[in-house]
């Protein structure tokens, strides 16, 4: 029992990893038919420039009040580099679907290899409060704080996002867009604006899994953000594009079905499993679990 235990939470620890990098990555495709093979830079930003902070950014540090102005400084800073990004090499490009995997997957290259020509190749210890590395008793399991610490960044997350999306004018703008685009530029609505906004939220949701990822791994190294944005584009297309909802549902099946089979099966056989869930759902329903189906 206590296995089953620590293993669902530890899975959904994960799932909340995924669904921050995940979740703007979903509404920047659904809004500005953008896939940003780039958004892995955004977590490297956040992660450290969350490190950097906790060492030389006065008033940050690994105590608790300490991290959050670290946090919060590595967020700003993935938001402003996501803003950056769209508005000197995105925007230029939205009606070239080729040129923007082109530029995106190149910026991503160079933003690897930016981080390690600054900081080196080899992962660093991340700072992070002493309760993190701790565990909480959960029905006889142990499960590690940091774990329940994603979980309940997600969960925020997720209702903020939805809290935004329905009760804030720019949120029904975004919704309106993912829904008819043309709609909404053809009732001169500026959706200009809103692909800012959107890659900003997703820049600062990707940062924020950055630092909480250096807070679970205890380290971060260059190509994190790359590894973790594979399972983020897995996750998106299972969940629907344009989903947060369905990111989030994906998100959960992605971490707990990698979790499970990676215990009681071999190592990596759960990765494979993943790719194995993603090939049934374009098979069965290529919309994903919360997408709508194209009409013509």
Same mark, same amino acid.
């Given at each position: 029992?206590?296995?089953?235990?620590?293993?669902?939470?530890?899975?959904?620890?994960? $799932?909340? &990893?995924?669904?921050? *990098? +995940?979740?703007? @990555?979903? =509404? !920047?495709?659904? /809004? #500005?038919?953008?896939?940003?093979?780039?958004?892995?830079?955004?977590?490297?930003?956040?992660?450290?420039?969350?490190?950097?902070?906790?060492?030389?950014?006065?008033?940050?540090?690994?105590?608790?009040?300490?991290?959050?102005?670290?946090?919060?400084?590595?967020?700003?800073?993935?938001?402003?580099?996501?803003?950056?990004?769209?508005?000197?090499?995105?925007?230029?490009?939205?009606?070239?679907?080729?040129?923007?995997?082109?530029?995106?997957?190149?910026?991503?290259?160079?933003?690897?290899?930016?981080?390690?020509?600054?900081?080196?190749?080899?992962?660093?210890?991340?700072?992070?409060?002493?309760?993190?590395?701790?565990?909480?008793?959960?029905?006889?399991?142990?499960?590690?704080? $940091?774990? &329940?610490?994603?979980? *309940? +960044?997600?969960? @925020?997350? =997720? !209702?903020?996002? /939805? #809290?935004?999306?329905?009760?804030?004018?720019?949120?029904?703008?975004?919704?309106?867009?993912?829904?008819?685009?043309?709609?909404?530029?053809?009732?001169?609505?500026?959706?200009?604006?809103?692909?800012?906004?959107?890659?900003?939220?997703?820049?600062?949701?990707?940062?924020?899994?950055?630092?909480?990822?250096?807070?679970?791994?205890?380290?971060?190294?260059?190509?994190?953000?790359?590894?973790?944005?594979?399972?983020?584009?897995?996750?998106?297309?299972?969940?629907?594009?344009?989903?947060?909802?369905?990111?989030?549902?994906?998100?959960?099946?992605?971490?707990?079905?990698?979790?499970?089979?990676?215990?009681?099966?071999?190592?990596?056989?759960?990765?494979?499993?993943?790719?194995?869930?993603?090939?049934?759902?374009?098979?069965?329903?290529?919309?994903?679990?919360?997408?709508?189906? #194209?009409?013509?």
């Amino acid at each position: 029992m206590s296995t089953v235990v620590l293993l669902t939470l530890t899975g959904l620890g994960l $799932a909340a &990893l995924y669904f921050l *990098v +995940a979740s703007g @990555l979903s =509404l !920047v495709f659904g /809004l #500005a038919d953008v896939l940003n093979f780039a958004h892995g830079l955004f977590l490297g930003v956040g992660a450290y420039a969350t490190w950097w902070a906790a060492g030389h950014l006065p008033g940050a540090g690994p105590d608790d009040l300490g991290f959050v102005v670290a946090a919060a400084f590595g967020v700003l800073t993935g938001a402003l580099v996501a803003v950056l990004v769209e508005l000197v090499l995105i925007r230029p490009l939205y009606s070239r679907t080729i040129a923007q995997v082109l530029v995106t997957v190149g910026l991503s290259l160079a933003g690897v290899a930016l981080l390690q020509a600054v900081w080196g190749a080899d992962p660093r210890p991340f700072p992070r409060p002493s309760w993190t590395r701790e565990v909480t008793p959960v029905f006889g399991a142990k499960v590690p704080n $940091a774990g &329940l610490l994603l979980i *309940v +960044a997600a969960v @925020l997350v =997720l !209702v903020a996002l /939805l #809290a935004f999306l329905r009760f804030t004018r720019y949120g029904l703008v975004i919704r309106a867009g993912v829904e008819n685009r043309e709609m909404v530029t053809a009732l001169g609505i500026d959706v200009r604006k809103a692909f800012t906004l959107v890659f900003a939220i997703g820049g600062a949701a990707a940062a924020l899994a950055g630092a909480l990822g250096g807070v679970y791994f205890g380290s971060v190294s260059p190509g994190q953000g790359s590894s973790l944005l594979i399972f983020a584009f897995i996750v998106v297309v299972i969940g629907g594009m344009g989903s947060v909802v369905g990111s989030a549902y994906a998100a959960v099946a992605v971490g707990l079905l990698q979790q499970f089979v990676n215990y009681y099966g071999t190592s990596g056989l759960g990765d494979i499993c993943v790719v194995a869930l993603l090939a049934v759902v374009l098979l069965l329903r290529p919309q994903g679990i919360a997408g709508k189906v #194209a009409t013509a």
